[in-house]
């Protein structure tokens, strides 16, 4: 199935498939005791994890499933060139690809297991597109593809270019959610 993620996100996004209908929600998180990425069903339900494990130059994350209970694998940051090789470990994956692309395929043995893409929609923002062959890779190539974003580097021109320009967001929450704005007294 493929699955269109945001890319530039901070809290909480929707994962949507061609007919932008919900499937999972990614959930980032970004504090001092607390780094990863987490993957939710449409009922706000934990399905997978992606902690942070180690705080060195090149870090490492363990996976585990929605209890937290049994580690799936781990994914360790290596350090390349040009093209990006990583390995996840546990699950037996081979992540090759382009990191400022943020393009990825993904092999078990000689076998394709998933692809990373990005896309760009209409509206300016910029998606990253998850197609997976079996609905049991699912949740765990969205956190490998949401950590493999965390990692991707934007060009220094595209870069300074864009660092007065409003953010954009990654998807409409709809008529029910207003806006927040801080009213000044």
């Not at 001092?32 to 060195?56: D, I």
């Not at 049991?136 to 190539?141: F, G, K, L, S």
């Amino acid at each position: 199935m493929r699955f269109y993620v945001p890319a530039e996100h901070n809290a909480l996004v929707r994962v949507t498939d061609e007919r932008n209908q919900p499937h999972y929600l990614i959930q980032s998180l970004r504090s001092f005791e607390l780094n990863g990425v987490r993957v939710l069903s449409l009922s706000a339900e934990t399905l997978g994890e992606a902690r942070q494990s180690s705080l060195k130059l090149l870090p490492s994350y363990t996976l585990t499933n929605g209890t937290g209970d049994e580690t799936i694998g781990q994914i360790n940051r290596l350090v390349g060139v040009w093209r990006e090789v990583l390995f996840v470990s546990g699950l037996n994956w081979l992540v090759v690809g382009d990191i400022t692309q943020n393009q990825y395929n993904v092999f078990r043995g000689n076998k394709k297991v998933w692809v990373v893409d990005t896309l760009n929609r209409a509206d300016d923002a910029d998606y990253f597109v998850v197609d997976v062959a079996d609905p049991v890779n699912e949740v765990p190539a969205l956190l490998v593809a949401a950590v493999l974003n965390r990692w991707r580097k934007v060009p220094l021109r595209s870069g300074v270019r864009n660092l007065l320009k409003p953010k954009k967001k990654g998807y409409v929450l709809g008529d029910d959610f207003a806006p927040y704005r801080h009213r000044r007294s």
